[in-house]
């Protein structure tokens, strides 16, 4: 069975008599799977430019994948956007049920998965990364998988993927240190002070929002 797309032009409504083809020669193109539903989530307060954060990877597969030799691999390869850096041993929470290892080179990382399985449904993984100094205009996370591949091959390959797909990245931005005081009689009508230490220049007209607590 061929893998190549027929394209042929005719002049009748049924295309019995066609008058121009392409002979069959433009290649066809391999059906991928998809992680399912994908998350990229920094840690509480992970947002800050060039800062070292964890960030959980969540993915969520319909279908199971496995290398059917013995001996074989399964490994999942994340592109950060541009900016970002994996560590070089980037799995920052361990024991993890689906993934042994990560190794990070750059803004790629590749997670050897367990017993070179993936299973259907939910997996994840919490993986050491330093944030890009401003947000990529390019922010998205690419996630690929690859059966019987050598892990430096993975680093580099540009075909062969089984699975794939692309997440939204988040924004990276500057944080505030604050300090909040005031009287803490409950249901007292109190003045609340405010400390913050600003790390960018807010010109006249700008505005710094606070939000209570609910209550």
């Known amino acids: 069975h061929s893998s ?11 295309g019995v008599a066609p008058t121009a083809s392409n002979d069959g020669l ?37 279908s199971a994948l496995q ?12 592109t950060a956007p541009l900016g970002f850096d994996f560590d070089l041993g980037c799995l920052a929470v361990t024991p993890n049920a689906a993934f042994a290892a990560c190794s ?25 990364v330093t944030n890009a100094g401003v947000t990529p205009t390019e922010n998205t ?11 430096d091959e993975v680093q580099t390959a540009a075909r062969g993927a089984r699975q794939r797909s692309v997440a939204a990245g988040y924004q990276v931005r500057e944080l505030l240190q604050v300090s909040i005081g005031g009287n803490t009689q409950r249901g007292e009508a ?3 002070f405010v400390w913050f230490l600003a790390t960018h220049f807010l010109d006249l007209g700008g505005a710094v929002e ?3 607590p609910h209550g």
């Open 4 to 14: 190549h797309w027929l394209l042929m032009a005719a002049l009748d409504p049924d």
């Open 26 to 62: 433009f290649p066809g193109f391999r059906l991928m799977a998809s992680f399912g539903a994908v998350a990229v989530n920094p840690e509480p307060s992970g947002v800050t430019p060039r800062r070292r954060v964890t960030v959980t990877f969540s993915i969520n597969p319909r």
């Open 67 to 78: 290398s059917m030799i013995e001996g074989g691999s399964v490994r999942v390869r994340i």
């Open 104 to 128: 990070g080179d750059g803004r790629r990382a590749v997670l050897e998965v367990r017993g070179a399985a993936l299973p259907a449904g939910r997996s994840a993984a919490v993986l050491w």
């Open 141 to 151: 996370w690419l996630l690929e998988s690859f059966v019987d591949m050598r892990a």
């Open 190 to 192: 109190t003045t609340v």
């Open 210 to 212: 606070l939000h209570a």
